[in-house]
């Protein structure tokens, strides 16, 4: 993975929602001290403001704050997406990193935001909708992954919301006792496959985080104090990140490893990331010393800047994968021959320095005379040539595996396309039959066209090689999940076959002399080179026919193209002759010159059906 060249400073956006005055702070006596000014400004008076007391009579009881955005009780779910959230999604789904966090003391509606209920869903749900409809707008020229912590559909999110910690508190009867994380990564590359070819990869995390809180309020004891105390700890942290995050010019360390929360949300302080910081206060005055410090923090977060960058990673498909399988047998080759070289050496020292020892020739020659270490010898070289060649075969069939995914690849490209030329013959039924309505309408009166408003447009049954397509598409993608575990599988045993080879041949030196030693490993080498010579012909056969199979399937795309030009230009020319409009002499000239070329297309393909016959 590698981010692109050009990277850009992006504000971190903070947004401010003060949720409605509940009926229990009512009951208590509270009034209301949060107010919103504007659509960015939000005003907090202190409850706590003596207006007998002299020494502070001339002092202001109103603190403003500035933000982004900022929403009060009257605002819908719906409007805190638009203004927040859903301007990440086209940068997550084009290779962009993005975070939305809720933040604020317990009790002040983060959950709300980020979850909602049935009827008023939160950013969860409205963003992960969104997602797929983009994704759903593109998938004509673009295929994608859809990966998911905590959840994979609407179901799942409500399992996993039913799993996450909650425990009443005098605060908040179902406050969240942990930090929710919700992680959504996506990669897109072009349906059309290419040697080198651009995947972008965008994450978007969209966080929980558990609210502050005092003991005193909460009146927590036991494991609930525990486990505020954890929460506080993990929020200061955090706070004191923003703290020095938002110091302009300062180069201070930023202590991400206080807490496991500090350290999640690195990237989307201070990283590669669009963040959003919805914080969230109460109006009561009851909460009066937690809605400051949370806006404190949250006008502070409003000076930190992170520097966005797409994240591109460069895939070359089907060389690589059998160049690289060239690359190792040549590696192997040239470390054996290293060895040749280095035990001649070794021999011809060894052989000058003895030559005068009559001992230690009678020595060697005994060694050599055994008939216990030539069967030793040929025992090994049987070995080694055992490994070698197994090793040879589960790289076949890794080649053969990487050829059926690439039928399988362009076998559901031609489904595809299939399905694609049935959606727009449906679209063109449809306009059709719109047409047939709207002329129709022009010959009744105005009773029948009241009477005539109700009606539907017929359904367009999907053809049966339609149906075969989508059912072939659902087994090509089993087939190609399978063949993914095979090929894992193969891995993993070339490189056991790998390491058994390896091991085999540091067992050379002790057992067997030097000229026995060069004759198994010139053997071995020669093996290999041969093995590399038939890998490197049947990659090259693989690849032509690979590159055969995709120049038909662009034929077949541009053909589908080229007869969408030619009804559109029929009809045009049609609607030209039927009401008697004038043409432009310079119009008339290129379609005169489009019926030539139509008519020697056709020629030329009669002719070539005559030479196949």
């Keep these: 993975m590698k981010d692109s060249g050009d990277s850009k400073d992006q504000q971190l956006m903070v947004a401010l929602r003060v949720r409605p005055i509940s009926v229990a702070e009512l009951e208590e006596g509270a009034t209301l001290i949060a107010h919103k000014v504007d659509e960015q400004m939000v005003v907090l008076m202190d409850p706590m403001e003596d207006p007998d007391d002299i020494l502070r009579a001339h002092r202001s009881r109103e603190k403003s704050y500035l933000f982004d955005v900022a929403f009060d009780f009257t605002a819908t779910q719906e409007m805190v997406y638009q203004a927040t959230t859903k301007s990440l999604i086209e940068g997550v789904i084009s290779g962009y990193n993005a975070t939305v966090f809720a933040y604020g003391p317990t009790g002040c509606g983060k959950t709300y935001t980020m979850l909602g209920t ?53 605060a908040n009867q179902t406050s969240s006792r942990s930090h929710a994380v919700l992680q ?77 929360l500090t350290r999640l949300l690195k990237d989307s302080l201070g990283g590669n990331s669009r963040t959003v910081m919805i914080a969230h206060i109460s109006p009561a005055s009851s909460a009066f010393e937690e809605s400051r410090n949370t806006l404190t923090y949250a006008g502070r977060a409003k000076n930190i800047k992170t520097r966005v960058k797409q994240n591109l990673l460069n895939v070359s498909y089907h060389i690589a994968q059998y160049t690289s399988i060239i690359a190792d047998l040549r590696g192997e080759i040239q470390r054996l021959k290293c060895k040749i070289d280095e035990q001649t050496g070794r021999g011809q020292a060894r052989g000058r320095q003895d030559r005068g020892d009559i001992r230690h020739i009678q020595a060697e020659v005994q060694l050599r005379s055994g008939q216990g270490e030539k069967a030793g010898m040929g025992q090994l070289r049987e070995q080694l040539a055992s490994a070698f060649h197994e090793q040879m075969d589960v790289r076949r069939r890794l080649l053969e595996l990487e050829n059926r995914a690439m039928e399988v690849q362009i076998d559901t490209s031609r489904h595809l396309l299939t399905i694609a030329g049935w959606k727009h013959e449906k679209s063109r039924r449809a306009l059709k039959w719109r047409e047939e309505q709207r002329k129709e309408c022009y010959t009744k009166d105005d009773s029948e066209k009241d009477s005539d408003t109700g009606d539907d447009q017929p ?146 393909q009669a002719t070539i059906m005559d030479q196949v016959a």
């Design 184 to 260: 959504v990564a996506v990669r897109q590359r072009s349906r059309v496959k290419n040697i080198l070819q651009e995947v972008r990869h965008g994450r978007l995390f969209m966080i929980d985080l558990a609210g502050s809180e005092r003991a005193s309020q909460t009146q927590n004891r036991g494991q609930r104090m525990k486990e505020g105390a954890h929460i506080n700890r993990s929020l200061l942290a955090l706070g004191n990140c923003i703290n020095a995050l938002s110091d302009k010019g300062s180069n201070k360390y930023i202590n991400y490893r206080d807490s496991k």
């Design 459 to 604: 359904d367009i049954l999907e053809p049966p090689e339609v149906a075969a397509a989508r059912e072939s598409i659902a087994t090509l993608v089993g087939e190609q999940k399978q063949l993914h575990k095979q090929k894992l599988a193969l891995e993993q045993r070339c490189r056991e076959l790998r390491a058994r080879g390896r091991r085999l041949e540091e067992t050379l030196p002790r057992r067997i002399g030097s000229e026995e030693q060069r004759e198994v490993l010139s053997l071995l080498c020669r093996v290999h080179e041969l093995e590399v010579e038939n890998t490197e012909m049947q990659s090259h056969a693989l690849l032509r026919d690979g590159a055969l199979r995709h120049r038909h399937e662009a034929v077949r795309l541009l053909e589908q193209h080229r007869s969408l030009c030619d009804e559109i230009i029929q009809g045009q020319r049609q609607i030209i002759d039927d009401y008697n409009l004038a043409v432009p002499q310079r119009l008339e000239e290129l379609y005169e010159v489009y019926l030539r070329e139509l008519e020697e297309g056709s020629l030329e």
């Design 118 to 170: 049935d009827q008023e869903p939160g950013i969860y749900v409205r963003t992960l909708n969104d997602l797929f409809h983009a994704i759903e707008e593109t998938s004509n020229d673009m295929e994608y992954e859809v990966s998911m912590s905590y959840l994979e559909i609407m179901q799942l999110l409500m399992k996993g919301n039913r799993q996450r910690t909650q425990e009443p508190t005098a």
